[in-house]
């Protein structure tokens, strides 16, 4: 599925800037980000509220364009694709998981696992098996024909990592996924990334939490829309 | 082809079996819109085919000529006895056939109330004096016997051909044929018996009665003349009549109206007064069915605007939908669900609900018409193509009406719906 390959990096900014408009105003939400995310490896990004933190990783996740720059995934620039072909990268490259879950609530643990395969076209017996192993992989094999309400925060935050996990994304994104769940399950859930990242998984993930943030290879400080500075690892900008 | 979109329309109707009682109530303006349409189509194709049928009975190819006493003949009545002379003459009907290339038959009628009598019981008839050819015109089955033939003229014989509901009337049965039956004061053999129309009533009267005795013209004018002799409210009128009708029938149809118009102006000439009245099937078929066309254009208005109403319920519900997925729509498109995806499934929902609220409504709309015709004895027909068309209106109406509130929620930024609360 991660079949676009480039030279040992998963994705690359060039000079990124992003600018909202508020009538007048202005809001340079991203104000020059130069950085590449080599594959295998696990950042953190931190920094204060409104530095800019969720508008990069929605960036780096093709849910938003660029107001400025280039955005190599993969070695293919996606900063000027239209919507259909951004949806299609988001399909077939990227996996996401949110600090609310976000999991469709009328649907079981196995209907909101398959819904990326749905839209890949999956035929049921296949997504239906897909959908049992990446369960057992998260633990809630038993839960398949559970509704979300009936789980626990840190097991849907489960479902939405194997929901993350069906498209063998070559990045995953995760946004304060810690951020709604009490600190050890927390733990529990940060242990499940890291096992994922030892697996080969690109992994870049939105945090408060520096205790967290300590098992990442790399951490990123953002602040006001830029790079304060990098940590970790023997990789740079 | 279909199989393609056989998983969104499973989504779509499990969506909407969530809410069940919503959606039921969302479709409630398309199944009695098209409920409506289907049952008053019924009940006006029922009534319109009954005249139009009717109509068709007294022949599209022929044109009814009648006596009439004119206006100023029927005010000065008030005169004890005197004698009136109108109406049509033999020479009309052989002017008629002479004139007109168009014309391929006449046919004379000279009609005379008698007292008919068999046995011990009696009914009063409407004695037809007319020729063999009325009996082409006026096709109906032939019971028992035969009907009048030329050798019969050439006779001058009593014959009578009676009807159906004469013969029963005056208890006899398919082996009065042969027997004879006195009319006024002269006996005449039953040569035949014949069905009739039988009264339908209304406006429009077939050329037969259920009352008709058959007998040659000949013999019709030499036995009672052309004199008779009315007695109205004490006061005695008598009346010199010739003939009563004239049916003309024309070679073709798109010649009837051209004919009518020149027997009109023919008869205008040779007649003093106007003592005649000319009668076009074809005109009132003709009339009928622009009736039946206007008809069906306020019908359709009314479906229309019952549709409209019932489209404008389901834009209404599904742009609620909307803004209470968009959440959901937020969630599919950050896994990579397309624009036109997001489209297809809302718009899949509004036409499985319109659609199958037009199926309950054709169900709806063919049990009314069945409990109608079986209640009130009103005779109704549903088309088939009325079934077709509301089917597919209702799947228009989906299409229409679900298209805004589908494109509506397509075009939501992902980043911002995944944001709503
Ligand atoms: N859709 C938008 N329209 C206008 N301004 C926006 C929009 N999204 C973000 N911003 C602004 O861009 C800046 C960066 O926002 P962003 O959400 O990336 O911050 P963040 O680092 O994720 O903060 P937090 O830690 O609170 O989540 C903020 O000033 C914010 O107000
Ligand atoms: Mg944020």
């Known amino acids: 599925m991660s079949s676009l390959s480039s030279n040992g990096i998963a994705a690359q900014l060039e000079d990124v800037h992003k600018d909202y408009h508020m009538g007048s105003q202005v809001v340079k939400a991203l104000a020059g980000i130069t950085i590449s995310f080599q594959t295998g490896s696990f950042w953190a990004i931190l920094g204060p509220s409104g530095s800019g933190k969720s508008t990069l990783l929605n960036l780096l996740g093709c849910l938003d364009r660029p107001s400025k720059g280039r955005y190599l995934l993969s070695g293919h620039d996606v900063s000027t694709l239209d919507d259909d072909r951004l949806s299609d990268m988001r399909l077939r490259h990227l996996g996401f998981i949110f ?47 559970h509704r979300p309400m009936e789980l626990s925060g840190g097991q849907q935050q489960r479902v939405a990592i194997a929901r993350a996990l069906a498209n063998n994304p070559s990045i995953l994104l995760a946004d304060e996924p810690t951020g709604n769940l009490d600190s050890a399950t927390g733990k529990e859930i940060m242990g499940m990334l890291i096992d994922l990242n030892r697996q080969g998984k690109t992994i870049i993930m939105v945090t408060h939490e520096r205790t967290l943030a300590e098992y990442a290879s790399h951490r990123l400080y953002m602040k006001d829309g830029m790079i304060e500075r990098i940590e970790g690892g023997d990789s740079s900008c | 082809m279909l199989s393609k979109y056989v998983r969104e329309i499973r989504l779509g109707i499990n969506n909407l079996l969530l809410h069940k009682l919503r959606s039921f109530l969302t479709m409630l303006g398309v199944v009695f819109g098209v409920g409506s349409v289907i049952a008053m189509l019924a009940v006006g194709e029922g009534a319109s085919q009954e005249a139009l049928e009717r109509i068709r009975k007294l022949g599209s190819q022929n044109i009814l000529i009648s006596s009439a006493k004119s206006i100023e003949e029927e005010s000065a009545t008030n005169v004890r006895i005197r004698m009136s002379v109108y109406g049509l003459l033999y020479e009309d009907e052989r002017r008629i056939a002479e004139s007109f290339p168009s014309v391929k038959n006449t046919v ?148 009837v109206e051209p004919t009518a118009a020149g027997i009109l102006a023919m008869l205008k000439r040779f007649h003093k007064k106007e003592d005649y009245r000319v009668s076009v099937p074809l005109t009132l078929l003709r009339q009928a069915e622009a009736t039946k066309r206007t008809f069906n254009i306020v019908l359709g208005s009314i479906a229309g605007i019952s549709l409209l109403v019932g489209g404008i319920g389901i834009m209404n519900i599904m742009l609620a939908s909307v803004t209470e997925r968009t959440r959901e729509i937020g969630i599919r498109r950050a896994i990579g669900a397309k624009k036109r995806q997001i489209v297809l499934q809302f718009l899949i929902e509004t036409i499985v ?69």
């Open chain 2, 353 to 421: 609900l319109s659609t199958t609220g037009g199926l309950i409504g054709i169900g709806i709309g063919l049990l009314i018409p069945w409990m109608i015709t079986l209640l009130a004895g009103m005779p109704t027909v549903v088309n088939a193509y009325s079934l077709v068309l509301s089917l597919g209106i209702s799947m228009g109406v989906g299409i229409i009406f679900g298209l805004y509130p589908a494109v509506r929620a397509s075009n939501l930024d992902p980043i911002v719906a995944l944001r709503h609360e």
């Open chain 2, 108 to 255: 004379p009628v000279k009609e005379i109330r008698k007292q008919a009598r068999l046995g011990e019981r009696s009914m009063e008839l409407r004695v037809v004096g007319t020729t063999p050819k009325w009996f082409d015109l006026v096709q109906r089955p032939i019971i028992s016997g035969r009907v009048l033939l030329p050798r019969d003229f050439e006779a001058h014989g009593n014959v009578v051909v009676l009807t159906e509901h004469g013969v029963r009337t005056l208890l006899a049965g398919e082996n009065t044929v042969g027997q004879t039956v006195r009319l006024g004061s002269e006996y005449f053999e039953v040569i035949g018996i014949v069905q009739n129309a039988g009264s339908i009533g209304g406006d429009i009267q077939t050329p037969d009665q259920e009352i008709d005795a058959y007998i040659p013209i000949n013999v019709a004018r030499e036995r009672f003349g052309d004199y008779f002799v009315k007695n109205v409210a004490g006061s005695e009128t008598r009346e010199k009549v010739e003939l009563h009708q004239i049916i003309v029938e024309v070679k073709s149809v798109d010649q």
């Open chain 1, 99 to 145: 600090q609310s879950f976000n999991l469709l609530p009328q649907s079981t643990v196995e209907e909101n696992i398959q819904l990326p395969l749905y839209y890949l076209g999956w035929n049921a017996a296949d997504s239906a098996e897909r959908a049992r192993d990446l369960a057992r992989k998260v633990g809630l094999e038993e839960r398949l024909r």
